[in-house]
């Protein structure tokens, strides 16, 4: 009996097939169990092939399996494509009626449950597009599960579309479970049904940084839609009256940066999302932001480049870019959480850095982290301080005498005053400018002023986490990431421990500042370094050189669009240990 | 109220000598004195060419950002606290070329921004290229043998993209300017006001005499009615070899600030950020 199962849902776009397995997902996460969920949507447009892969266990998980426990292909392409991922006793469930399959054409290691979706459905009168919901009954039956979360789920989701349709639904869920119950003595869940009652929540990545965004107290996003970054436009839009948040879908990325920036300037909280194309657009922006030291936060949502590239797809190939994008130099602060944990949490940080240094600060995640779901324990917000740095209230403009907008400063932050109080008038400018914001052309005062701005880096290098080294203070090897790499980065951790292979792993959520004395420090005296990127070039790890002058030995660095499969690595430590 | 004077800033201006941005900048302040505002409670938001400097001289608050983003910032700024007077300045080039965009939007979302454009139908910060408002033909740095294109027609894409209050101006003619500045002021709304303004040094075709010669001021007629969308229309998109100025349309409706239900009890800036209950939200995720 294997600890943990892997469901994966295969079908067209438009048969629901996110819907039934972020279902399901969630009634397992009720039943007190972890679960980890990665949607594939390769194309919105309906009938192009789409899938889901949930992974379950008793245990915490960190990752997507590559190995496929139960496989429910609502066509005969998601069994052509999907099949062969089926583990040695793993089962295909598919429409046997209405997909006849030769039996030379089938597996003999792996077992098949027929569920005839089109004569059940037919029978039962209802909606084509119920497949995915007698699928569900039929996973639950073979897993050894009963109904009665999956129902609790359906009602919430559904009653206020009326009382038929979650009958019609649950008549749907019922169907599939019975034909399995009865014709397939197969359970393969026994060790799954778990008696812990701890609930936890099941979330995504831009789930979390918008959970996180709105605690901070962003009042203001202004985004064009761009995948993988939209959902958070979605989310911030659907909550905008429970929170208070002016939410405003601009006409391009060009003008969402500049509300954005707008809106700081006011004194409002606000930030914009994107993916790559869009941050392109936004990068002179980035720039002004910098210049008129305005507070900013950004989500660049990484998918593969250049240009369209696979828009739905995942990478990690805009470090570099984001580490030197808009012209000129200037501070910034780069971060990039590896998990739904990190988004919610550093999301928060972000807006606070952002005022508290009065600069741009990216938040860099991919479409794997901003659309995978994970299980997490429920955020603990009760220790988070809003600080909103050096914003001056009117009795303290009162009595500052005249006021210097880029008054200089021993950590480089000059205190803000905003539109609309007394004795605070200013011009925030593009240009370089003097201690009020006025044209400044004197070249001793030109360098004076960049010196200033860049005497927050110093200040923020040392009060920006460290990475973090999680396993054992010694190693054969140390796996050194940043980002969404975190999670199959500690899969492989396990699997390697599981083996007696002592490995420990190097991760990086703050990029920028780099954090060059605590890389040297964790890197000196480790016995073999192995780099895992989703990109080509290895961008941390030239970082990493050109920070430190640490040559990382071993690469994994993977670019076609897919997540970093935890097996993977495992097999990268195994050749490079052996 | 606040005197022109008393919205001079710290900072002399530095135009070319002659440049219709004197005139402009002066009937600014007038008009701002006119309307009521006070500084402190006034954004002035430019982008960059000649127009891009007026906030270094006026004592108010300012942001000059980038070439062609006025609209997005002046946007942003009224709706993060909508009890602020938003002027928005900008040039032929930052308005219509590089910004037409943020321009039609602006018009249909109907921002509480009034919006002046210092037309002078050059670009002038970069030393005279053709800009999009050149007359055909008109031959510069960047269209030596002319330019082949139409000119832009600002007034007619500001009436048929939804703005609520739409005017042109002459830098020339004092008293005009000044009202119909004010009374874009006054105007609750998106307002544009597109003025003509000499450029003195790139720009030796559509000088002050150039213009002195052709204006004339729709609005002395009695019977021109400002609320006739179609006369409006009609009067823009017209060949004439005279240039009308004055307000060309007027119309009342809700800005866009009044219908973001989650602004009516107080500016978004007034919001308090500390302990946000969101308790709520994370039991959804369960």
Request: proline share 5%.
């Amino acid at each position: 009996m294997k600890k943990d199962l892997c469901i994966t849902i295969a079908g067209e776009a438009g048969q629901g097939i996110n819907v039934s397995a972020l279902f399901l997902a969630r009634a397992f996460i009720r039943r007190g169990l972890y679960a980890f969920l990665l949607t594939e949507n390769p194309n919105s447009i309906k009938l192009e092939h789409a899938w889901c892969s949930i992974r379950v266990s008793q245990e915490m998980i960190y990752a997507q399996s590559h190995e496929v426990d139960i496989l429910v292909a609502l066509d005969r392409d998601s069994i052509l494509k999907h099949s062969r991922e089926l583990s040695s006793g793993g089962i295909l469930v598919w429409d046997g009626e209405g997909i006849p399959l030769e039996e030379k054409d089938k597996r003999a290691d792996i077992r098949y449950c027929s569920v005839p979706f089109e004569s059940l459905i037919k029978t039962l009168g209802v909606s084509p597009l119920q497949r995915n919901i007698v699928a569900m009954g039929a996973v639950l039956a073979l897993v050894g599960d009963e109904l009665s979360l999956i129902k609790e789920i359906i009602q919430e989701q559904f009653s206020r579309k009326g009382n038929d349709v979650v009958a019609h639904n649950n008549a749907a869920l019922e169907a599939g479970f019975s034909h399995v119950s009865k014709t397939c003595q197969i359970c393969l869940g026994e060790k799954l049904i778990s008696q812990n009652t701890n609930r936890r929540m099941f979330l995504n990545g831009n789930e979390a940084i918008s959970a996180g965004a709105i605690k901070a107290g962003c009042k203001f996003i202004a985004a064009y839609p761009m995948t993988p970054a939209s959902s958070i436009l979605h989310f911030l839009a659907a909550k905008e009256n429970d929170y208070t948040i002016v939410v405003k879908h601009a006409e391009d990325e060009i003008a969402a940066m500049n509300m954005a920036i707008g809106a700081n300037f006011a004194g409002v909280r606000a930030m914009t999302a994107t993916s790559g194309g869009g941050f392109c657009l936004m990068t002179e922006a980035l720039g002004l932001a910098a210049q008129s030291e305005t507070p900013l936060v950004v989500v660049l949502a990484q998918r593969p480049g250049p240009s369209t590239g696979q828009p739905t797809h995942t990478s990690q190939t805009e470090l570099e870019f984001a580490l030197h994008s808009s012209q000129g130099e200037f501070p910034r602060v780069i971060i990039a959480p590896g998990d739904a944990q990190e988004c919610f949490f550093e999301t928060f940080n972000a807006f606070n850095l952002a005022e508290r240094f009065q600069v741009p600060v990216i938040i860099l995640t991919d479409k794997y982290l901003a659309e995978s779901y994970s299980a997490q324990e429920v955020f603990d917000d009760k220790s988070l301080r809003i600080d909103r740095g050096k914003l001056l209230n009117q009795e303290q403009l009162n009595a500052a005498g005249i006021y210097k907008r880029y008054a200089e400063s021993s950590d480089g932050v000059s205190a803000r005053a905003l539109p609309g109080m007394m004795n605070g008038l200013h011009v925030a400018t593009s240009y370089e400018h003097d201690e009020f914001g006025y044209y400044l052309e004197d070249l001793d005062g030109v360098q004076r002023m960049s010196d200033k701005r860049f005497a927050k880096n110093q200040v923020m290098a040392n009060i920006v986490p460290q990475p973090r080294l999680y396993g054992p203070a010694k190693a054969e090897l140390t796996f050194v990431a940043w980002g969404s790499s975190k999670n199959p980065c500690l899969e492989a951790m396990r699997m390697l421990e599981q083996d007696g292979i002592p490995v420990n792993f190097l991760h990086y959520v703050y990029l920028w500042p780099f954090p060059a004395q605590a890389t040297e420090t964790m890197l000196k005296n480790v016995k073999k370094t192995l780099i895992v990127e989703g990109n080509k070039t290895g961008q941390l790890m030239r970082l990493i050189r050109t920070e430190t002058g640490i040559v990382i030995n071993e690469s994994l660095l993977v670019y076609n669009g897919q997540p970093i499969y935890p097996i993977d690595i495992y097999q990268k430590v195994k050749k490079a240990l052996a | 109220m606040t005197s022109p004077l008393e919205l001079k800033s710290a900072y002399s201006p530095h135009w070319c000598p002659g440049c219709g941005n004197y005139g402009l900048l002066n009937s600014l302040k007038q008009a701002m004195s006119q309307a009521g505002i006070e500084p402190h409670r006034t954004v002035l938001v430019s982008g960059i060419g000649c127009s891009g400097k007026d906030p270094h001289f006026v004592k108010t608050y300012g942001f000059e950002g980038l070439h062609g983003r006025v609209l997005p910032v002046a946007t942003a700024v009224k709706l993060a606290n909508h009890s602020l007077t938003v002027i928005g300045c900008s040039g032929d080039g930052d308005a219509y070329g590089i910004g037409a965009a943020h321009f039609v939007h602006a018009c249909r979302r109907n921002i509480g921004v009034t919006y002046f454009v210092h037309n002078n139908q050059i670009y002038g910060l970069t030393t005279g290229q053709t800009s999009p408002t050149s007359d055909k033909g008109f031959a510069s740095k960047s269209t030596p043998h002319g330019v082949i294109e139409e000119p832009f027609n600002p007034l007619a894409i500001a009436i048929a993209s939804g703005a609520t209050f739409v005017a042109r101006t002459f830098v020339g003619e004092f008293d005009h300017i000044k009202q119909v500045m004010t009374q874009a002021l006054k105007h609750k709304g998106f307002s544009l006001v597109d003025i003509f303004q000499p450029c003195v040094t790139f720009n030796p075709k559509n000088t002050y005499e150039w213009f002195q010669k052709r204006v004339y001021k729709i609005n002395d007629d009695p019977r021109y009615n400002t609320a006739d969308k179609n006369a409006a229309f009609r009067l823009v998109t017209e060949h004439q070899e005279k240039l009308p100025i004055g307000i060309f349309y007027q119309e009342s409706r809700p800005t866009y600030e009044d219908e973001v239900t989650q602004i009516q009890g107080a500016p978004l800036v007034e919001q308090s950020l500390e302990a946000i209950d969101i308790s709520k939200l994370l039991t959804d995720f369960m």
